[in-house]
Every structure is written in structure tokens, then in C-alpha cells.
């Protein structure tokens, strides 16, 4: 991948949700709400990692990283618990 790409998040039936957003880069994938950036997935090898401010800001932030990290926040939270996510600043 050459460039930064990105995209608003879609619903079920295919409709653009406003102020969610993907952003695709060479080192992997992020979610950003609002103006905010989220979460980040790596591609290949490394933690994700959520803001550790903003990760659970706001029960949209929520509904989206959910989809985004594809789990629940009961799920999010063991991981963040377990350390195989990593809280840090990503704004």
C-alpha cells in the first residue's frame, strides 16, 4: 500500500455512518470517532492498541470500536486487563 487510505465505517444495509472512519496505512489499520483516533490493529505482528483517554469515551465511541475490534467491551476490557491490548496515547 502506497497511500493512506480512508474510509467512513458502513451499517448492515450498506449506509455511510458520519465521524467514523478507517483509516488504512501501510503498518495496519485504524479507527478514528469524532476526531479522535481509537484503536489500532497492526498487520502481521504486534499488540493492538487503544488511547487509553479516548477508547471508551462515549457510548457511540463504543458501538463503533466494538465493530471496529469486532467484540464486545466485556471481551476489550480482558484483553486490556490481560495485556494482549496496550492503552497509550494515540492523540
Same mark, same amino acid.
Request: proline share 3%; glycine share 12%; charged share 30%.
Given at each position: 500500500m502506497k497511500t493512506i487510505k480512508v474510509q467512513n465505517m458502513q451499517s448492515n444495509n450498506?449506509? &455511510?455512518i458520519a465521524n467514523q472512519f478507517i483509516i488504512e496505512t501501510k503498518k495496519g *489499520?485504524?479507527?478514528q470517532s469524532y476526531n479522535a483516533t481509537i484503536a489500532f #490493529?497492526?498487520?502481521? +505482528?504486534? *499488540? #493492538? +492498541? %487503544?488511547? *487509553?483517554?479516548?477508547?471508551?469515551?462515549?457510548?457511540?465511541t463504543g458501538k463503533y470500536r466494538? &465493530?471496529? %475490534?469486532?467484540?464486545? #467491551? +466485556?471481551e476489550t476490557r480482558e484483553k486490556i486487563k490481560n495485556k494482549d491490548y496496550f492503552l497509550t496515547d494515540l492523540n
Open positions: 450498506g449506509n &455511510i *489499520r485504524y479507527f #490493529i497492526p498487520y502481521g +505482528k504486534g *499488540r #493492538i +492498541k %487503544l488511547d *487509553r483517554y479516548y477508547w471508551d469515551y462515549s457510548r457511540t466494538n &465493530i471496529f %475490534l469486532n467484540e464486545g #467491551i +466485556k
